[in-house]
């Protein structure tokens, strides 16, 4: 794995300088920064408290974790979002592929959307920046299918993988494979089927299977903690031990 680590959207209330330090001390290594709180792209303040407290720590910003949806309207354009994940130095930025499942999507939509991903996967990679897709019920990268279709449209798009609690294990198994040479950042939580929230040790079985499959790619993915019950910090903990186990396991299993 390339680093273990935490979305900072787990912890919305919590400071920028709390998530850092409890990162840290959890013996963590990454953190994807989330622009709807702590790095919105207007607020140079924050991002540039962001970069003090993580150069002064072992801990990475490795992704920004934008809520822009491609095709879409949005707070922000891409252009700022752009901007602030150059100024925190992520190799990364992760967006929505619209706002629709691909099920419904229509054909002029899928367009547009190709057109927008499009454009502003040549503006990162200017700036030497991937963008990845959010995988996620309710946007058109809601299975590997989909999210392949659209890789093939615009082969400089990377993808995220999280477990999806509404479909079988086998099932997740399956498009985690499909998806394994373009992901970049893998989210990882413990959800029931209503998206209750459940320690991580609980699925500490299916996410040695995960690890497994992902260790097939080598050292180039991020796990990065999300959805921690209850959202509190003792349970994180718990959960980072958890996951430190089950990576550092997963060659012996």
Same mark, same amino acid.
């Given at each position: 794995m390339k680093g273990i680590g935490l979305t900072s959207v787990t912890f919305r209330k919590r400071s920028a300088a709390e998530i850092v330090e409890l990162a840290s001390s959890c013996g963590l290594t990454a953190i994807e920064w989330g622009?709807?709180?702590?790095?919105?792209?207007?607020d140079t303040d924050a991002l540039s408290e962001i970069i003090r407290l993580t150069e002064k720590s072992c801990v990475k910003s490795c992704s920004y974790g934008s809520y822009y949806r491609?095709?879409?309207?949005?707070? =922000?354009?891409?252009?700022?979002?752009?901007?602030?994940?150059a100024t925190l130095k992520v190799p990364c930025i992760r967006i +929505?592929?619209?706002?629709?499942?691909?099920?419904?999507?229509? #054909? @002029? @939509? =899928?367009?547009?959307?190709?057109?927008?991903?499009?454009?502003?996967?040549?503006?990162?990679?200017?700036?030497?920046?991937?963008?990845?897709? @959010?995988?996620?019920?309710g946007t058109y990268a809601d299975t590997a299918e989909s999210v392949l279709k659209l890789i093939t449209e615009c082969p400089g798009l990377r993808? $995220? +993988?999280?477990?999806? #609690?509404?479909?079988?294990?086998?099932?997740?198994?399956?498009?985690?494979?499909?998806? &394994?040479? $373009?992901?970049?950042?893998?989210?990882?939580?413990? &959800?029931?089927?209503?998206?209750?929230? $459940? #320690?991580?040790?609980?699925?500490?079985?299916? +996410?040695?299977?995960y690890a497994r499959t992902i260790a097939k790619v080598g050292a180039s993915i991020n796990m990065l903690l999300e959805f921690v019950k209850d959202d509190d910090a003792l349970h994180f903990g718990e959960d980072a031990e958890t996951l430190k186990r089950i990576i550092g396991t997963r060659s012996e299993l």
């Open positions: 622009a709807d709180v702590h790095a919105r792209p207007n491609a095709a879409a309207r949005n707070e =922000f354009g891409f252009d700022e979002v752009l901007v602030a994940a +929505w592929a619209g706002s629709t499942g691909s099920a419904d999507t229509k #054909p @002029e @939509e =899928f367009a547009a959307l190709v057109g927008d991903l499009k454009t502003i996967t040549g503006k990162a990679a200017e700036r030497e920046i991937i963008i990845a897709l @959010e995988f996620h019920r993808t $995220y +993988w999280q477990e999806n #609690p509404q479909i079988a294990f086998e099932e997740n198994l399956r498009e985690l494979e499909a998806l &394994l040479p $373009y992901i970049v950042n893998v989210h990882v939580f413990n &959800l029931d089927a209503d998206l209750n929230r $459940y #320690p991580l040790n609980g699925g500490a079985d299916r +996410w040695r299977e």
